[in-house]
Protein backbone atom coordinates (compact mmCIF):
# COMPACT_ATOMS: atom_id res chain seq x y z
CA UNK A 1 0.00 0.00 0.00
CA UNK A 2 1.40 3.38 -1.05
CA UNK A 3 1.32 6.36 1.56
CA UNK A 4 -1.28 9.31 0.79
CA UNK A 5 -0.61 13.12 2.28
CA UNK A 6 -3.38 14.31 4.09
CA UNK A 7 -4.21 17.65 4.90
CA UNK A 8 -6.47 18.89 8.43
CA UNK A 9 -6.94 22.62 6.91
CA UNK A 10 -9.06 24.54 10.05
CA UNK A 11 -9.00 28.88 10.27
CA UNK A 12 -6.31 28.24 12.61
CA UNK A 13 -4.15 25.41 12.25
CA UNK A 14 -2.94 23.25 9.34
CA UNK A 15 -2.10 19.60 9.92
CA UNK A 16 -0.53 17.30 7.47
CA UNK A 17 0.51 14.10 7.64
CA UNK A 18 1.75 10.85 5.73
CA UNK A 19 -0.22 8.19 6.03
CA UNK A 20 -0.36 4.52 5.12
CA UNK A 21 -4.00 2.49 5.62
CA UNK A 22 -4.58 3.83 9.34
CA UNK A 23 -1.49 4.47 10.12
CA UNK A 24 -0.24 8.15 10.69
CA UNK A 25 3.69 7.53 9.60
CA UNK A 26 4.88 11.56 9.91
CA UNK A 27 2.43 14.77 11.39
CA UNK A 28 3.45 18.16 10.87
CA UNK A 29 1.92 21.18 12.38
CA UNK A 30 1.70 25.02 11.08
CA UNK A 31 -0.80 28.02 11.92
CA UNK A 32 -2.51 28.48 8.57
CA UNK A 33 -0.98 31.04 6.57
CA UNK A 34 -3.08 33.98 5.32
CA UNK A 35 -4.10 33.95 1.26
CA UNK A 36 -4.98 31.36 -1.38
CA UNK A 37 -1.84 31.64 -2.77
CA UNK A 38 0.43 30.89 0.25
CA UNK A 39 -1.81 28.11 2.10
CA UNK A 40 -1.45 25.92 -1.69
CA UNK A 41 1.67 26.63 -1.34
CA UNK A 42 2.56 25.73 2.10
CA UNK A 43 0.53 22.46 1.33
CA UNK A 44 2.21 21.69 -2.29
CA UNK A 45 5.69 22.25 -0.70
CA UNK A 46 5.12 19.96 2.61
CA UNK A 47 3.10 17.52 0.42
CA UNK A 48 6.40 17.24 -1.58
CA UNK A 49 8.57 16.81 1.17
CA UNK A 50 6.24 14.32 2.85
CA UNK A 51 5.99 12.52 -0.06
CA UNK A 52 9.29 11.97 -1.56
CA UNK A 53 8.13 10.98 -4.47
CA UNK A 54 6.26 7.62 -3.13
CA UNK A 55 3.02 9.29 -2.53
CA UNK A 56 -0.43 8.66 -4.34
CA UNK A 57 -1.79 11.89 -4.04
CA UNK A 58 -3.19 14.64 -1.44
CA UNK A 59 -6.54 14.89 0.42
CA UNK A 60 -7.34 17.98 2.19
CA UNK A 61 -9.84 18.30 4.39
CA UNK A 62 -11.18 21.59 4.52
CA UNK A 63 -14.15 23.77 6.40
CA UNK A 64 -16.63 24.71 4.36
CA UNK A 65 -18.99 23.84 0.90
CA UNK A 66 -16.96 21.58 -1.19
CA UNK A 67 -17.27 21.98 -5.02
CA UNK A 68 -16.57 18.67 -7.22
CA UNK A 69 -16.81 21.12 -9.98
CA UNK A 70 -14.50 23.85 -8.99
CA UNK A 71 -11.82 21.06 -6.99
CA UNK A 72 -12.12 23.56 -3.74
CA UNK A 73 -14.93 25.43 -1.51
CA UNK A 74 -17.44 27.43 -2.64
CA UNK A 75 -18.44 28.51 0.82
CA UNK A 76 -15.71 28.76 3.09
CA UNK A 77 -16.71 31.23 6.06
CA UNK A 78 -13.34 30.39 8.19
CA UNK A 79 -11.11 30.90 5.32
CA UNK A 80 -12.80 33.09 2.86
CA UNK A 81 -9.84 33.78 0.86
CA UNK A 82 -10.46 30.03 -0.84
CA UNK A 83 -13.78 31.11 -1.67
CA UNK A 84 -14.24 29.86 -5.08
CA UNK A 85 -10.09 28.83 -5.72
CA UNK A 86 -9.53 26.22 -7.30
CA UNK A 87 -7.24 24.69 -4.91
CA UNK A 88 -6.61 20.89 -6.06
CA UNK A 89 -5.61 22.07 -9.34
CA UNK A 90 -3.30 24.73 -7.84
CA UNK A 91 -1.54 22.08 -5.28
CA UNK A 92 -1.53 19.90 -8.16
CA UNK A 93 0.37 22.16 -10.30
CA UNK A 94 2.42 23.11 -7.47
CA UNK A 95 3.26 19.85 -6.60
CA UNK A 96 3.00 17.52 -9.34
CA UNK A 97 0.74 15.48 -6.66
CA UNK A 98 -2.39 14.35 -7.76
CA UNK A 99 -5.16 16.59 -5.57
CA UNK A 100 -8.85 16.11 -4.35
CA UNK A 101 -10.54 18.10 -1.51
CA UNK A 102 -13.37 17.49 1.09
CA UNK A 103 -15.66 18.67 3.30
CA UNK A 104 -13.53 18.19 7.14
CA UNK A 105 -16.74 16.98 8.70
CA UNK A 106 -16.87 14.66 6.28
CA UNK A 107 -13.78 12.89 6.32
CA UNK A 108 -13.63 12.88 10.46
CA UNK A 109 -17.08 11.12 9.69
CA UNK A 110 -15.17 8.28 7.68
CA UNK A 111 -12.48 8.21 9.27
CA UNK A 112 -14.42 7.69 12.80
CA UNK A 113 -16.35 4.94 11.09
CA UNK A 114 -13.38 3.14 9.45
CA UNK A 115 -10.97 3.23 12.17
CA UNK A 116 -12.52 4.94 14.90
CA UNK A 117 -15.94 4.95 17.54
CA UNK A 118 -17.99 3.69 14.94
CA UNK A 119 -15.77 0.52 13.42
CA UNK A 120 -18.18 -2.19 12.44
CA UNK A 121 -21.33 0.06 11.80
CA UNK A 122 -22.24 0.80 8.43
CA UNK A 123 -24.81 3.70 8.81
CA UNK A 124 -23.18 6.19 11.16
CA UNK A 125 -24.31 9.75 11.40
CA UNK A 126 -21.05 11.92 13.18
CA UNK A 127 -21.42 15.34 14.75
CA UNK A 128 -18.90 17.21 15.29
CA UNK A 129 -18.97 20.22 17.90
CA UNK A 130 -16.51 22.95 17.73
CA UNK A 131 -16.91 26.35 16.63
CA UNK A 132 -20.52 25.28 14.77
CA UNK A 133 -21.94 22.15 14.51
CA UNK A 134 -20.91 19.76 11.47
CA UNK A 135 -21.59 16.72 10.63
CA UNK A 136 -20.85 13.48 8.12
CA UNK A 137 -23.42 10.66 6.93
CA UNK A 138 -22.44 7.19 6.07
CA UNK A 139 -25.00 4.88 4.64
CA UNK A 140 -24.16 1.44 4.28
CA UNK A 141 -20.55 2.11 4.38
CA UNK A 142 -20.99 5.23 1.72
CA UNK A 143 -20.37 8.62 2.71
CA UNK A 144 -23.73 10.59 1.81
CA UNK A 145 -22.67 13.99 0.28
CA UNK A 146 -25.66 14.95 -0.98
CA UNK A 147 -27.02 16.66 -4.79
CA UNK A 148 -24.97 19.59 -4.09
CA UNK A 149 -21.97 17.94 -1.86
CA UNK A 150 -23.64 19.80 1.08
CA UNK A 151 -25.75 17.66 2.86
CA UNK A 152 -25.00 16.71 6.96
CA UNK A 153 -25.04 20.68 7.73
CA UNK A 154 -26.65 19.67 10.67
CA UNK A 155 -26.10 22.56 12.73
CA UNK A 156 -28.90 24.63 11.12
CA UNK A 157 -31.40 21.90 11.99
CA UNK A 158 -33.75 24.22 14.04
CA UNK A 159 -34.74 22.74 17.60
CA UNK A 160 -36.78 25.76 18.95
CA UNK A 161 -38.83 27.95 16.80
CA UNK A 162 -38.16 31.19 18.04
CA UNK A 163 -34.86 30.57 20.12
CA UNK A 164 -31.77 31.45 19.83
CA UNK A 165 -29.95 33.44 17.16
CA UNK A 166 -27.75 31.79 15.04
CA UNK A 167 -24.95 33.06 13.22
CA UNK A 168 -26.80 32.16 10.03
CA UNK A 169 -29.14 34.52 10.88
CA UNK A 170 -32.24 32.33 11.43
CA UNK A 171 -33.15 31.45 15.04
CA UNK A 172 -33.21 28.51 17.06
CA UNK A 173 -30.56 26.07 15.09
CA UNK A 174 -28.88 23.30 17.03
CA UNK A 175 -25.74 24.97 16.76
CA UNK A 176 -26.98 28.00 18.61
CA UNK A 177 -26.47 25.77 21.80
CA UNK A 178 -24.81 22.78 21.39
CA UNK A 179 -21.41 23.39 19.26
CA UNK A 180 -18.41 23.70 21.88
CA UNK A 181 -18.49 27.57 21.53
CA UNK A 182 -22.17 28.07 22.48
CA UNK A 183 -21.29 26.02 25.46
CA UNK A 184 -19.02 28.77 26.44
CA UNK A 185 -21.28 31.28 25.31
CA UNK A 186 -24.52 30.22 27.73
CA UNK A 187 -21.55 29.84 30.64
CA UNK A 188 -21.11 33.26 30.51
CA UNK A 189 -24.81 34.50 29.75
CA UNK A 190 -25.93 32.15 33.10
CA UNK A 191 -22.92 33.80 35.40
CA UNK A 192 -19.64 31.62 34.47
CA UNK A 193 -16.14 32.79 34.91
CA UNK A 194 -15.05 30.74 32.00
CA UNK A 195 -13.29 31.91 29.14
CA UNK A 196 -13.42 29.09 27.17
CA UNK A 197 -14.97 25.89 26.70
CA UNK A 198 -12.32 23.46 28.42
CA UNK A 199 -12.60 26.03 31.51
CA UNK A 200 -16.31 25.65 31.59
CA UNK A 201 -15.92 22.13 31.56
CA UNK A 202 -13.80 22.41 34.83
CA UNK A 203 -15.82 24.96 36.19
CA UNK A 204 -18.72 22.13 36.06
CA UNK A 205 -16.84 19.82 36.59
CA UNK A 206 -16.01 21.77 39.93
CA UNK A 207 -19.60 22.37 40.89
CA UNK A 208 -20.05 25.67 39.66
CA UNK A 209 -23.91 25.76 39.08
CA UNK A 210 -23.74 28.56 36.09
CA UNK A 211 -21.52 25.79 33.63
CA UNK A 212 -23.50 22.83 34.89
CA UNK A 213 -26.71 24.66 33.46
CA UNK A 214 -25.06 25.54 30.48
CA UNK A 215 -23.87 22.38 29.48
CA UNK A 216 -27.24 20.84 30.35
CA UNK A 217 -28.67 23.00 27.91
CA UNK A 218 -26.61 22.01 25.22
CA UNK A 219 -27.31 18.32 26.21
CA UNK A 220 -30.69 18.94 25.66
CA UNK A 221 -30.39 20.67 22.32
CA UNK A 222 -28.31 18.16 21.32
CA UNK A 223 -30.61 15.36 22.42
CA UNK A 224 -33.21 16.83 20.39
CA UNK A 225 -30.76 17.25 17.07
CA UNK A 226 -29.83 13.56 17.02
CA UNK A 227 -33.50 12.57 17.90
CA UNK A 228 -34.48 14.19 14.72
CA UNK A 229 -31.21 12.39 12.59
CA UNK A 230 -32.63 9.32 14.11
CA UNK A 231 -36.23 10.09 13.16
CA UNK A 232 -35.06 10.56 9.59
CA UNK A 233 -32.55 8.19 8.88
CA UNK A 234 -32.62 5.40 11.70
CA UNK A 235 -29.13 5.00 11.24
CA UNK A 236 -27.11 2.17 13.72
CA UNK A 237 -24.95 4.57 15.92
CA UNK A 238 -24.28 8.03 16.40
CA UNK A 239 -20.57 9.60 16.84
CA UNK A 240 -19.87 12.44 18.98
CA UNK A 241 -17.04 13.96 17.94
CA UNK A 242 -15.37 17.54 17.66
CA UNK A 243 -13.58 19.71 20.97
CA UNK A 244 -17.03 19.89 22.07
CA UNK A 245 -17.02 16.05 22.75
CA UNK A 246 -14.52 16.57 25.54
CA UNK A 247 -17.07 17.46 27.96
CA UNK A 248 -19.50 14.20 26.47
CA UNK A 249 -19.72 12.70 30.33
CA UNK A 250 -21.32 15.57 31.16
CA UNK A 251 -24.07 16.21 28.44
CA UNK A 252 -24.90 12.56 27.31
CA UNK A 253 -27.39 12.34 30.63
CA UNK A 254 -29.22 15.38 28.90
CA UNK A 255 -29.00 13.72 25.27
CA UNK A 256 -30.02 10.70 26.59
CA UNK A 257 -33.15 11.99 28.42
CA UNK A 258 -34.42 13.70 25.73
CA UNK A 259 -33.75 10.94 23.16
CA UNK A 260 -35.90 9.06 25.35
CA UNK A 261 -38.64 11.51 24.91
CA UNK A 262 -38.29 12.02 21.27
CA UNK A 263 -36.71 9.20 19.14
CA UNK A 264 -39.01 6.59 17.42
CA UNK A 265 -38.83 3.75 19.51
CA UNK A 266 -37.51 0.91 16.88
CA UNK A 267 -35.12 3.49 15.94
CA UNK A 268 -34.07 3.99 19.47
CA UNK A 269 -33.79 -0.07 20.10
CA UNK A 270 -30.72 -0.66 18.68
CA UNK A 271 -29.40 2.19 18.32
CA UNK A 272 -25.67 2.84 20.04
CA UNK A 273 -24.68 6.52 21.19
CA UNK A 274 -20.75 6.88 21.22
CA UNK A 275 -18.08 9.32 21.79
CA UNK A 276 -15.70 9.76 19.12
CA UNK A 277 -12.13 8.09 19.48
CA UNK A 278 -9.46 9.25 17.15
CA UNK A 279 -9.61 13.19 18.21
CA UNK A 280 -7.55 14.97 15.58
CA UNK A 281 -6.48 11.97 13.76
CA UNK A 282 -10.16 11.52 12.55
CA UNK A 283 -10.44 14.17 9.41
CA UNK A 284 -6.63 12.82 8.56
CA UNK A 285 -7.54 9.01 8.46
CA UNK A 286 -11.09 9.73 6.87
CA UNK A 287 -8.88 11.89 4.19
CA UNK A 288 -6.79 9.33 3.34
CA UNK A 289 -9.88 6.59 3.20
CA UNK A 290 -11.73 8.77 0.41
CA UNK A 291 -8.55 9.67 -1.75
CA UNK A 292 -8.28 5.66 -1.56
CA UNK A 293 -11.45 5.40 -2.79
CA UNK A 294 -11.85 8.27 -5.75
CA UNK A 295 -8.13 6.39 -7.19
CA UNK A 296 -9.43 2.97 -6.72
CA UNK A 297 -13.03 3.83 -8.82
CA UNK B 1 -44.01 -7.36 -18.28
CA UNK B 2 -46.66 -9.41 -15.86
CA UNK B 3 -49.09 -8.07 -14.01
CA UNK B 4 -48.69 -7.22 -10.09
CA UNK B 5 -50.98 -7.04 -7.03
CA UNK B 6 -51.07 -4.52 -5.00
CA UNK B 7 -52.87 -3.19 -1.96
CA UNK B 8 -52.81 0.76 -0.13
CA UNK B 9 -53.68 -0.87 3.13
CA UNK B 10 -55.37 2.13 5.84
CA UNK B 11 -57.37 2.20 8.60
CA UNK B 12 -60.10 3.21 6.82
CA UNK B 13 -60.64 1.64 3.69
CA UNK B 14 -58.68 -1.14 1.56
CA UNK B 15 -57.53 -0.65 -2.30
CA UNK B 16 -56.75 -3.78 -4.23
CA UNK B 17 -55.55 -3.00 -7.65
CA UNK B 18 -53.89 -5.06 -10.73
CA UNK B 19 -51.03 -3.25 -12.16
CA UNK B 20 -48.73 -3.30 -14.93
CA UNK B 21 -45.95 -0.73 -14.85
CA UNK B 22 -47.14 2.45 -14.06
CA UNK B 23 -50.69 0.92 -15.60
CA UNK B 24 -53.47 0.61 -13.21
CA UNK B 25 -56.20 -2.09 -15.08
CA UNK B 26 -58.27 -2.82 -12.41
CA UNK B 27 -58.98 -1.18 -8.84
CA UNK B 28 -61.28 -1.78 -6.14
CA UNK B 29 -61.98 -0.23 -2.94
CA UNK B 30 -63.45 -1.55 0.26
CA UNK B 31 -63.71 -0.98 3.90
CA UNK B 32 -60.92 -2.59 5.85
CA UNK B 33 -62.54 -5.14 7.65
CA UNK B 34 -61.67 -5.63 11.48
CA UNK B 35 -59.10 -8.43 13.12
CA UNK B 36 -55.85 -9.93 10.98
CA UNK B 37 -57.67 -12.57 9.43
CA UNK B 38 -60.47 -11.23 8.17
CA UNK B 39 -58.06 -8.31 6.29
CA UNK B 40 -55.39 -10.79 5.04
CA UNK B 41 -58.68 -13.26 3.86
CA UNK B 42 -60.16 -10.69 2.20
CA UNK B 43 -56.65 -9.52 0.30
CA UNK B 44 -55.80 -13.02 -0.57
CA UNK B 45 -59.20 -13.80 -1.86
CA UNK B 46 -59.01 -10.28 -4.30
CA UNK B 47 -55.66 -11.00 -4.76
CA UNK B 48 -56.29 -14.46 -6.51
CA UNK B 49 -59.23 -12.58 -8.23
CA UNK B 50 -57.80 -10.01 -9.80
CA UNK B 51 -54.51 -11.94 -10.74
CA UNK B 52 -56.59 -14.98 -12.47
CA UNK B 53 -53.24 -16.66 -12.39
CA UNK B 54 -51.14 -14.10 -14.34
CA UNK B 55 -49.65 -11.96 -11.08
CA UNK B 56 -45.76 -11.79 -9.68
CA UNK B 57 -47.05 -11.36 -6.58
CA UNK B 58 -48.67 -9.05 -4.08
CA UNK B 59 -47.39 -5.89 -2.50
CA UNK B 60 -49.40 -4.55 0.54
CA UNK B 61 -48.24 -0.66 1.26
CA UNK B 62 -49.19 -0.61 5.14
CA UNK B 63 -49.75 2.01 7.87
CA UNK B 64 -46.70 1.21 10.26
CA UNK B 65 -43.09 -0.06 11.06
CA UNK B 66 -42.44 -3.24 8.62
CA UNK B 67 -40.23 -5.67 9.95
CA UNK B 68 -38.49 -7.76 7.32
CA UNK B 69 -38.08 -10.45 9.41
CA UNK B 70 -41.82 -11.11 10.63
CA UNK B 71 -43.19 -9.95 6.76
CA UNK B 72 -45.39 -7.32 8.43
CA UNK B 73 -45.75 -4.41 10.97
CA UNK B 74 -44.26 -4.43 14.35
CA UNK B 75 -45.34 -1.42 15.29
CA UNK B 76 -49.12 -0.83 13.47
CA UNK B 77 -50.84 1.98 16.16
CA UNK B 78 -53.64 2.34 12.98
CA UNK B 79 -54.12 -1.17 13.28
CA UNK B 80 -53.65 -2.90 16.21
CA UNK B 81 -54.40 -6.27 15.06
CA UNK B 82 -51.86 -6.48 12.41
CA UNK B 83 -48.99 -5.78 15.24
CA UNK B 84 -46.79 -8.60 15.24
CA UNK B 85 -48.74 -10.68 12.58
CA UNK B 86 -47.20 -12.62 9.66
CA UNK B 87 -49.07 -10.67 6.86
CA UNK B 88 -46.80 -11.68 4.10
CA UNK B 89 -46.77 -15.27 5.06
CA UNK B 90 -50.19 -15.45 5.97
CA UNK B 91 -51.22 -13.81 2.34
CA UNK B 92 -48.74 -16.54 0.69
CA UNK B 93 -50.30 -19.36 2.27
CA UNK B 94 -53.98 -18.35 1.26
CA UNK B 95 -53.52 -16.94 -2.04
CA UNK B 96 -50.54 -19.10 -2.99
CA UNK B 97 -49.11 -15.96 -4.31
CA UNK B 98 -45.87 -14.43 -3.64
CA UNK B 99 -45.65 -11.35 -1.17
CA UNK B 100 -44.04 -8.60 0.59
CA UNK B 101 -45.18 -5.99 2.92
CA UNK B 102 -43.80 -2.37 2.46
CA UNK B 103 -44.20 0.80 4.41
CA UNK B 104 -47.14 3.03 3.20
CA UNK B 105 -44.89 6.39 3.39
CA UNK B 106 -42.40 4.36 1.63
CA UNK B 107 -44.53 3.07 -1.44
CA UNK B 108 -46.25 6.45 -1.93
CA UNK B 109 -42.43 7.92 -1.79
CA UNK B 110 -41.15 5.89 -4.27
CA UNK B 111 -44.13 5.92 -6.63
CA UNK B 112 -44.27 9.71 -6.96
CA UNK B 113 -40.45 9.63 -7.86
CA UNK B 114 -40.58 7.00 -10.21
CA UNK B 115 -44.64 7.89 -12.38
CA UNK B 116 -45.23 11.30 -10.15
CA UNK B 117 -44.36 15.01 -9.40
CA UNK B 118 -40.36 13.82 -8.89
CA UNK B 119 -39.48 11.51 -12.18
CA UNK B 120 -35.74 12.55 -13.28
CA UNK B 121 -35.31 13.33 -9.94
CA UNK B 122 -32.76 10.67 -7.87
CA UNK B 123 -32.60 12.05 -4.53
CA UNK B 124 -35.81 13.12 -3.20
CA UNK B 125 -37.96 13.19 0.46
CA UNK B 126 -41.52 12.31 -0.19
CA UNK B 127 -43.72 14.05 2.79
CA UNK B 128 -47.28 12.82 3.29
CA UNK B 129 -49.94 14.89 5.34
CA UNK B 130 -52.44 12.77 6.68
CA UNK B 131 -53.81 12.22 9.77
CA UNK B 132 -50.18 12.39 10.76
CA UNK B 133 -47.16 13.10 8.90
CA UNK B 134 -45.44 10.20 7.45
CA UNK B 135 -42.05 10.46 4.62
CA UNK B 136 -40.10 8.27 2.65
CA UNK B 137 -36.21 8.89 1.32
CA UNK B 138 -35.19 8.21 -2.06
CA UNK B 139 -31.11 8.60 -2.29
CA UNK B 140 -29.69 8.12 -5.61
CA UNK B 141 -32.79 6.04 -7.01
CA UNK B 142 -32.88 3.86 -3.81
CA UNK B 143 -35.33 3.44 -1.14
CA UNK B 144 -33.26 4.47 2.17
CA UNK B 145 -35.45 2.22 4.61
CA UNK B 146 -32.91 2.64 7.66
CA UNK B 147 -31.04 0.48 9.32
CA UNK B 148 -33.77 -1.34 11.39
CA UNK B 149 -36.27 -0.20 8.31
CA UNK B 150 -38.34 2.70 10.58
CA UNK B 151 -35.91 5.90 8.40
CA UNK B 152 -38.28 8.80 7.67
CA UNK B 153 -40.54 9.20 10.39
CA UNK B 154 -40.31 12.69 10.07
CA UNK B 155 -43.39 14.16 11.68
CA UNK B 156 -41.88 13.58 15.27
CA UNK B 157 -38.61 15.71 14.21
CA UNK B 158 -39.12 18.44 16.89
CA UNK B 159 -39.61 22.14 15.10
CA UNK B 160 -40.31 23.75 19.27
CA UNK B 161 -38.86 22.52 21.96
CA UNK B 162 -41.82 23.17 24.15
CA UNK B 163 -44.31 23.22 21.84
CA UNK B 164 -47.62 21.35 21.09
CA UNK B 165 -48.20 18.26 22.38
CA UNK B 166 -48.10 15.42 19.92
CA UNK B 167 -49.24 12.41 19.97
CA UNK B 168 -46.34 10.30 20.34
CA UNK B 169 -45.95 11.92 23.98
CA UNK B 170 -43.53 14.44 23.03
CA UNK B 171 -43.79 18.40 22.51
CA UNK B 172 -43.41 20.33 19.35
CA UNK B 173 -43.14 17.41 17.22
CA UNK B 174 -43.74 18.89 12.85
CA UNK B 175 -46.71 16.63 13.00
CA UNK B 176 -48.74 18.33 15.67
CA UNK B 177 -48.76 21.61 13.32
CA UNK B 178 -48.46 20.32 10.01
CA UNK B 179 -50.49 17.06 9.66
CA UNK B 180 -54.20 16.95 7.90
CA UNK B 181 -55.40 16.24 11.41
CA UNK B 182 -53.50 19.27 12.65
CA UNK B 183 -54.38 21.68 10.69
CA UNK B 184 -58.31 20.94 11.46
CA UNK B 185 -57.07 21.17 15.46
CA UNK B 186 -55.45 24.38 14.59
CA UNK B 187 -58.46 25.87 12.79
CA UNK B 188 -61.36 24.68 15.47
CA UNK B 189 -58.44 26.12 17.77
CA UNK B 190 -58.74 29.42 16.57
CA UNK B 191 -62.38 29.83 16.19
CA UNK B 192 -63.22 28.18 12.90
CA UNK B 193 -66.27 26.78 11.66
CA UNK B 194 -64.89 23.64 9.77
CA UNK B 195 -65.69 20.32 10.92
CA UNK B 196 -62.95 18.78 8.54
CA UNK B 197 -59.55 20.01 7.07
CA UNK B 198 -61.20 20.15 3.34
CA UNK B 199 -63.81 22.25 5.23
CA UNK B 200 -61.10 24.36 6.86
CA UNK B 201 -59.34 24.84 3.34
CA UNK B 202 -62.92 26.12 1.53
CA UNK B 203 -63.40 28.27 4.65
CA UNK B 204 -59.88 29.80 4.06
CA UNK B 205 -60.25 30.03 0.54
CA UNK B 206 -63.14 32.11 1.25
CA UNK B 207 -61.14 34.56 3.86
CA UNK B 208 -62.37 32.54 7.39
CA UNK B 209 -59.49 34.80 9.70
CA UNK B 210 -59.39 31.44 11.82
CA UNK B 211 -58.71 29.05 8.83
CA UNK B 212 -56.11 31.38 7.41
CA UNK B 213 -54.30 31.51 10.53
CA UNK B 214 -54.20 27.58 10.75
CA UNK B 215 -52.81 27.00 7.31
CA UNK B 216 -50.50 29.70 8.06
CA UNK B 217 -48.84 28.02 11.43
CA UNK B 218 -48.90 24.81 9.67
CA UNK B 219 -47.24 26.05 6.67
CA UNK B 220 -44.44 27.80 8.69
CA UNK B 221 -44.10 24.61 10.94
CA UNK B 222 -43.82 22.53 7.32
CA UNK B 223 -41.09 25.42 6.21
CA UNK B 224 -39.60 24.45 9.74
CA UNK B 225 -39.64 20.39 9.07
CA UNK B 226 -38.59 20.71 5.00
CA UNK B 227 -35.30 22.90 5.93
CA UNK B 228 -33.99 20.58 8.52
CA UNK B 229 -34.62 17.88 6.24
CA UNK B 230 -32.47 19.80 3.05
CA UNK B 231 -29.65 20.49 5.74
CA UNK B 232 -29.09 17.27 6.55
CA UNK B 233 -29.89 15.07 3.43
CA UNK B 234 -29.52 17.93 0.64
CA UNK B 235 -31.87 16.25 -2.03
CA UNK B 236 -32.38 17.31 -5.54
CA UNK B 237 -36.50 17.89 -4.78
CA UNK B 238 -39.23 17.59 -1.94
CA UNK B 239 -42.78 16.72 -2.94
CA UNK B 240 -44.96 17.26 -0.89
CA UNK B 241 -48.39 14.64 -0.86
CA UNK B 242 -51.02 13.58 1.19
CA UNK B 243 -54.57 14.83 1.42
CA UNK B 244 -53.04 17.50 2.95
CA UNK B 245 -51.53 18.79 0.02
CA UNK B 246 -55.23 19.55 -1.03
CA UNK B 247 -54.37 22.97 0.65
CA UNK B 248 -50.81 23.41 -1.00
CA UNK B 249 -51.68 26.56 -2.29
CA UNK B 250 -52.35 28.07 1.15
CA UNK B 251 -49.44 26.54 2.72
CA UNK B 252 -46.68 26.93 0.07
CA UNK B 253 -45.87 30.72 1.10
CA UNK B 254 -45.59 30.38 4.39
CA UNK B 255 -43.05 26.75 3.87
CA UNK B 256 -40.75 28.66 1.08
CA UNK B 257 -40.52 31.79 3.58
CA UNK B 258 -39.35 29.72 6.54
CA UNK B 259 -36.96 27.83 3.81
CA UNK B 260 -35.46 31.09 2.65
CA UNK B 261 -34.88 32.00 6.49
CA UNK B 262 -33.31 28.16 7.58
CA UNK B 263 -32.30 26.22 4.69
CA UNK B 264 -28.22 26.09 3.42
CA UNK B 265 -28.50 28.04 0.32
CA UNK B 266 -26.47 26.04 -1.39
CA UNK B 267 -29.04 23.45 -0.63
CA UNK B 268 -31.62 25.49 -1.50
CA UNK B 269 -30.28 26.50 -5.02
CA UNK B 270 -31.24 24.14 -6.93
CA UNK B 271 -33.60 22.42 -4.33
CA UNK B 272 -37.29 21.72 -6.14
CA UNK B 273 -40.49 21.88 -4.28
CA UNK B 274 -42.90 19.80 -5.65
CA UNK B 275 -46.76 19.15 -5.05
CA UNK B 276 -47.51 15.34 -5.71
CA UNK B 277 -49.12 14.16 -8.75
CA UNK B 278 -50.42 10.42 -8.11
CA UNK B 279 -52.82 11.13 -5.13
CA UNK B 280 -54.67 7.52 -4.59
CA UNK B 281 -52.57 5.97 -6.65
CA UNK B 282 -49.35 6.66 -5.50
CA UNK B 283 -49.13 4.36 -2.94
CA UNK B 284 -50.45 1.30 -5.25
CA UNK B 285 -47.52 2.40 -8.03
CA UNK B 286 -44.44 2.49 -5.18
CA UNK B 287 -45.67 -0.87 -4.13
CA UNK B 288 -45.82 -2.31 -7.36
CA UNK B 289 -42.05 -0.86 -8.71
CA UNK B 290 -41.10 -2.35 -5.35
CA UNK B 291 -41.86 -5.59 -5.65
CA UNK B 292 -40.75 -5.67 -9.10
CA UNK B 293 -37.38 -4.94 -7.12
CA UNK B 294 -37.45 -7.41 -5.29
CA UNK B 295 -38.10 -10.03 -7.02
CA UNK B 296 -35.79 -9.02 -9.98
CA UNK B 297 -32.40 -8.81 -7.32
Redesign the interface.
Known amino acids: MKPVIVVDLGGTNLRIARVVGNNVEHREIFSTPRGAESIVGLIAEQAMKLSAGTAVGVAVAAPG?VSRGLGGL??APNLPELDGYPMAEEIRRLSGLHCMVENDANAYAVGEVTYGAAIGY??VVVITLGTGIGGG?V?EGRL???????????G????????RRCGC??S??AEAYGSASSMLRLAKEYGSNATSAREAYELAKNGEQAALKAFKRAG?ALG?LI???V??????AVVIGGGGSAAYDLLEPYILEEMK???????M??LQLLRCKLKNYAALLGAAVLLEEQIST
Open positions: ASKKSILWRGADGVAAEIHVCIEENGGAGCTISSLNILNPQLRTFPLARN
